[in-house]
């Protein structure tokens, strides 16, 4: 069982950035593919990012060149850069895990518990 665990959500004035992480407890944590998604007050969850186990990412078309998805294999850690943030991207934000994924699929087995991003003035 992987155990997913993100911080550094918060209040943020637009046009701010936060960077989000999430710990992963895995021992194997360089085995899995990585994503974030997000979830908007009365939306659907959305699929935000992906990191791979071998390390290409992909990143949602609407949120490129805001938003970067990285990851620190020796931390077992993986990062969400946020910049020029704007109320529509006030959330909560998941990571997730699948073992040896595929980068572009929205499926995957283990869930975080979710960090709060709030975005006004």
């Known amino acids: 069982q992987v155990q997913l665990v993100e911080s550094g959500g918060g209040l943020v004035q637009p046009g701010g950035s936060l960077r989000l992480s999430c710990a992963a407890s895995?021992?194997?944590?360089?085995?899995?593919?990585m994503g974030w998604f997000r979830r908007a007050p009365g939306k659907e969850r959305e699929f935000v990012a992906a990191i791979s186990w071998r390390g290409t990412t992909y990143t949602v078309d609407s949120l490129k060149g805001r938003f970067t998805i990285s990851r620190d294999n020796a931390k077992k850690t993986i990062y969400l850069q946020m910049n020029s943030l704007t109320p529509e991207d006030m959330a909560v934000y998941y990571c997730a895990a699948n073992y040896r994924g595929n980068l572009y699929q929205t499926t995957y087995d283990y869930w975080g518990q979710g960090t709060q991003v709030t975005v006004s003035s």
């Open positions: 895995e021992r194997t944590f360089s085995d899995y593919t």
